[in-house]
């Protein structure tokens, strides 16, 4: 159960997150110089934070050339200021500086942020709307600066943090929640008011997708309980559906196996059959052609036979015939030698 706080109460827990304001040395410096100075001091104290936008403006010709330039050369300018040994966070912190210039370019067309001063904190929203990607303390705390002291800024993320914390006053339009706000925040913490909501807005109470999760302020936040509850049931529900689209992949699958066992059982069924055609067109082949083979070799056996016997015959006769001129011979010289 989510146990609600008090104003101060919440306060209190942000500042001792947060830390104080930090900006520029004198409250008249140039708002834009309270901007850059609360920027770098998420890695540098704040002299070392002046002493870099002081080094940035007499590097470059001026903060729009800043704005433009790529980031290592911005990292460059800080080095000297961060020391040697910090490349890391001066590089962080050069793309956070570039981030906010361009911001306010594009909320001013233009890095002059004077024209704020002695606004109506109303004028502000559509300014403060205009810093999506200004770290949150830094940005919330320049609005109050060009305010003042005598009213609240109460700029979106600050209604944001509020409004989520149940903390933000009923009342049936923007001035009248703020003059509500201005009687439990006087005049001397209206600064540190709005570092310590704003700082929380840019770091976990985003506009989309909180991290509710980390929040220092969830056992006490209804929105954030809510989400987290949501979050949870969301999960569970995207558990459920992965978990449904699995078993029906898996059952596809195995359908797609059986189809496919029974498809290659019946290729290889007909290819056996085939195959046994196929085996026995080409033993019939074979005794065919083995037959005629048989035959021709028998048909040339006979005729060999044939010629062998002819050439016996042959020589017989001839055997005979010259035994018979030798017979005639040898009595035709008997005969001579009777005479």
């Known amino acids: 159960m989510v146990k609600r706080l008090r104003l101060p109460e919440a306060l209190e827990i942000l500042e001792k997150r947060y830390g104080r304001p930090r900006g520029a040395e004198r409250a008249e410096d140039p708002l834009l110089d309270h901007l850059l100075v609360g920027v770098l001091t998420e890695w540098v104290d704040r002299e070392k934070a002046h002493r870099a936008v002081q080094t ?4 470059f010709l001026d903060l729009n050339e800043a704005r433009i330039s790529p980031a290592d050369e911005v990292a460059a300018v800080f ?24 911001d306010v370019f594009d909320a001013t067309h233009g890095l002059d942020l004077e024209p704020l001063r002695g ?26 600066r060009a305010v003042g002291d005598e009213h609240l800024a109460l700029t979106p993320p600050e209604q944001r943090v509020l409004g989520r914390l149940a903390l933000l006053p009923r009342a049936s339009t923007g001035p009248r929640i703020r003059q509500a706000l201005e009687k439990q925040i ?38 954030g309980d809510g989400i987290v509850k949501q979050r949870a049931i969301d999960r569970k529900r995207d558990e459920a559906r992965k978990a449904a689209e699995d078993k029906r992949r898996q059952e596809a699958e ?75 011979k040898k009595a035709a010289q008997k005969k001579a030698a009777k005479r």
């Open 56 to 59: 940035l403006t007499d590097a």
């Open 254 to 328: 195995a359908r797609a196996a059986r189809v496919a066992a029974r498809l290659a059982a019946a290729e290889a069924k007909k290819k056996a059959i085939v195959d046994a055609k196929n085996a026995k067109i080409a033993a019939a082949a074979a005794k065919r052609a083995q037959d005629k083979a048989d035959r021709e070799a028998r048909a040339k056996a006979k005729i060999e036979a044939a010629k062998q016997k002819a050439a016996e015959a042959k020589a017989a006769a001839k055997a005979k015939e010259a035994a018979k001129k030798a017979a005639a």
């Open 119 to 144: 606004r109506d904190p109303d004028d502000l929203k559509k300014f403060m709307k205009e810093l999506p990607h200004t770290m949150g303390g830094p940005g919330v705390s320049v609005a109050q």
């Open 79 to 102: 080095l000297p200021v961060f020391g040697a040994s910090h490349a890391t966070e001066a590089k962080e912190a050069a793309l956070a500086v570039r981030t906010a210039l361009q």
């Open 186 to 223: 006087k005049a001397p913490e209206r600064l540190a008011f709005a570092w310590a909501l704003g700082s929380h807005a840019g770091a976990v109470c985003w506009t989309k997708e909180p991290t509710c999760e980390i929040c220092l302020l969830l056992a006490h936040c209804p929105a």
